[in-house]
């Protein structure tokens, strides 16, 4: 049997005349060469958005709604400033006991008023607040530490176990940080397509990539304001249809991958009485005018070497077609009907 060399699909637009025009897409056998072209473009995408969210982080530096504890040593009056606060009755989103760093980036401190700390350094701001108060006491001995980062968060989303906001601190956001903050993956987590959105654009993350490229998922800083989803792999799922023992939508493993063979092996794989080995397609991105078609002629046992190597995208749809003598079957059961029809009307017109 011949097999195309090229699928036809209506584009929905129409010419001068009304008719509506076809856009021919070329079948592409799926071969060694294919795959390889396939993986250096996927690890391409990979390192470049790999190298544009890596960077060294830098110091953290307060901001507003941040909470300082300041204490000054021999003088306990200043104590009182800080204030107390009964913690059986707190709630989780209370600040901590001490001072917080108000909307104009200022606290308040006795003796010294309003000392502007955003955008210092913990060790800055304790200068700043030596400063104002060595005009009132001899060289006071202080300490200034954070007890609640408040200023800056970001934002994890999906399927992990403890979704919401992940407060940035003193110790470097990480992609690995961020979801063991999170309370790491759920188990339905797709650890191969995670989005992380920045400034409104969007950066895919493919962890698994990463690990087999050697890597280091450590070098991604996640900043304030970013939002990292992790989807679900019932999201991300392939359609598998025609002559399978079972058609499905195929889920991809915990990795996030899901190969060819693994989608033919959810299904149930070839229906050994109906389906035509020779001819099993892959289609992509059906639903915009880049769709590609690929072939597969799975008749040798080679072949599932390749099924194996040859990695499926979510919404790919792979069609498994029908041998001649089951084509010739259900034209038949199309045609029967209506000849049943004819001989029906034959006996009541006599």
């Known amino acids: 049997m011949r097999m195309p060399t090229s699928a036809t699909l209506p584009t929905g637009n129409s010419d001068t005349q009304g008719q509506q025009t076809e856009l021919q897409i070329p079948i592409v056998?799926?071969?060694?060469?294919?795959?390889?072209?396939?993986?250096?473009?996927?690890?391409?995408?990979?390192?470049?958005?790999?190298?544009?969210?890596?960077?060294?982080?830098?110091?953290?530096?307060?901001?507003?709604?941040?909470?300082?504890?300041?204490?000054?040593?021999?003088?306990?009056?200043?104590?009182?400033?800080?204030?107390?606060?009964?913690?059986?009755?707190?709630?989780?989103?209370?600040?901590?006991?001490?001072?917080?760093?108000?909307?104009?980036?200022?606290?308040?401190?006795?003796?010294?008023?309003?000392?502007?700390?955003?955008?210092?350094?913990?060790?800055?701001?304790?200068?700043?607040?030596?400063?104002?108060?060595?005009?009132?006491?001899?060289?006071?001995?202080?300490?200034?530490?954070?007890t609640s980062f408040r200023a800056k968060q970001i934002y994890v989303d999906g399927e992990v176990r403890t979704p919401g906001a992940v407060p940035v601190n003193d110790i470097p956001l990480t992609l690995y940080e961020a979801i063991n903050r999170a309370g790491g993956f759920s188990t339905t987590a797709d650890q191969s397509r995670m989005v992380l959105v920045r400034n409104g654009i969007s950066y895919r993350l493919n962890l698994s990539k990463m690990l087999e490229s050697d890597q280091n998922p450590s070098n991604i800083l996640l900043k304030n304001g970013d939002l990292l989803r992790v989807v679900s792999r019932d999201d991300n799922g392939v359609f598998v249809m025609g002559e399978v023992n079972k058609p499905v939508t195929a889920v991809p493993m915990k990795s996030g991958k899901l190969t060819l063979s693994d989608a033919l092996s959810q299904a149930g794989s070839l229906n050994t009485a109906s389906a035509d080995a020779a001819q099993l397609y892959v289609i992509r991105g059906a639903t915009d005018s880049q769709a590609e078609v690929f072939h597969l002629d799975a008749h040798s046992p080679v072949s599932m070497i390749l099924a194996n190597q040859f990695e499926l995208q979510p919404k790919d749809v792979v069609y498994v077609d029908g041998n001649g003598l089951v084509r010739f079957s259900r034209v038949l059961s199309l045609l029967l009907p209506a000849i049943n029809a004819g001989l029906t009307t034959a006996i009541v017109t006599k």
């Open 29 to 146: 056998d799926i071969n060694t060469a294919l795959i390889r072209k396939l993986r250096e473009s996927s690890d391409q995408t990979s390192t470049d958005q790999t190298r544009e969210l890596s960077g060294q982080s830098g110091p953290y530096t307060l901001g507003a709604g941040d909470v300082l504890q300041i204490t000054v040593w021999d003088h306990p009056e200043l104590a009182a400033a800080l204030g107390t606060q009964n913690q059986n009755n707190s709630r989780p989103f209370d600040p901590a006991q001490g001072f917080v760093v108000d909307n104009g980036g200022n606290i308040q401190f006795p003796y010294a008023g309003s000392i502007h700390v955003a955008g210092l350094r913990v060790e800055q701001a304790q200068q700043a607040v030596y400063a104002e108060l060595s005009k009132v006491f001899i060289k006071p001995q202080l300490t200034v530490r954070v």
